[in-house]
């Protein structure tokens, strides 16, 4: 299972960091204080299942993998998260609450990986 880490936006799998990226827009950028937060928190801790690989998606560019939350998480209203890339500001204003990482080969390669669970952890 892959874990994503709020508060450090590190994801890693078997204790392996793989990529460190952010969730969160403005002050919920890698913020579990604001998970509940519409558009500005991280989304919240919980379990995931990667749903979608979109080679290109309207909104979030290329590579971008959609997730499901589990019907057990809290989700405080919010929906529609997905992990994808940065935009070409890099300046961490690409996250309404998904998770950024890495390129879009990367996000592939973590799609083909049969493993598609993901833990959000604070």
Request: glycine share 16%.
């Given at each position: 299972m892959y874990r994503y880490h709020q508060s450090t936006g590190v994801f890693e799998r078997d204790g392996v960091t793989l990529f460190t990226g952010y969730a969160?827009?403005?002050a919920g950028?890698?913020?579990p204080s604001l998970q509940q937060q519409h558009n500005?928190?991280?989304l919240?801790?919980?379990r995931y299942t990667m749903l979608q690989f979109v080679a290109k998606a309207t909104k979030t560019g290329l590579g971008t993998i959609r997730l499901q939350p589990d019907p057990a998480n809290q989700m405080f209203g919010r929906s529609?998260?997905?992990i994808h890339g940065d935009n070409s500001a890099?300046?961490?204003s690409a996250s309404t609450g998904c998770i950024i990482i890495g390129r879009a080969p990367d996000r592939q390669a973590?799609?083909?990986d049969?493993?598609?669970d993901v833990e959000v952890v604070g």
């Open positions: 969160g827009h403005g950028v890698n913020n500005v928190g991280p919240p801790q919980g529609a998260f997905c890099h300046n961490r973590i799609w083909n049969p493993d598609h």
